[in-house]
């Protein structure tokens, strides 16, 4: 396993009356709260592919965490926001990896809006070295929670769908990268794990792909 160095790429936003800034990195950063936020970690994903049979490298977790690391690195978060899915199946070495990669952030606090995956207990991820766990959660006029859904009266941020484009090349095949999808009054962040797939065929309507 070779760590790499992140090449970061920032986009600004304005969401209902928020500046949010969108990153390359499939996270993005709310300066006002000094939060990072990211959505569909699946922690533990590697493993339990690995044990139903599938071939996949056991780093790969790693270049999730790696990522992360980074990230907190440049911008020095008070807190780390994940909105939801932040392990996949369960608990596994993968999952307890989490635990020891807080260490070296012994103030950082780290709130995740439980998501479809996260079946565990909420005592199981404070016990894990997790601040909070939330339904859903309110600050100002965002609304965050895992599953997208179209309220009037709220700007809704979340993830699950793992929102992608498709780009044909000249050899006729199709490149597929993760991305924001921002609709007036929604924000659907794309999943931070590399090992997810990519949800490029979703029709959200009147949509714009960052």
Known sequence: FKKEKMKLIEQPLRFGTQDLTLTNQRALYWKRYDTLILSDLHLGKSNHLRKNGFAVPSYMHRLDLDRLQQLILYYDPLRVLVVGDFIHSGTNQEVQDFRTFLRSFPALEVH??????????????????????????????????????????????????????SFQLPTKKYFKLPCFAIQEKQLILPAFSMLTGLDTKTKLGDVTYY
Not at 141 to 151: A, G, S, T, Y
């Open 112 to 165: 995740l809006i439980q998501g479809n995956h996260d079946k565990l207990s909420a005592n199981y991820f404070l016990e894990l070295g997790l601040t909070a766990v939330y339904n859903q959660l309110k600050i100002d006029d965002l609304l965050f929670v895992h599953e997208p859904e179209n309220l009037l009266d709220s700007y809704t941020i979340s993830g699950h769908i793992h929102p992608g484009v």
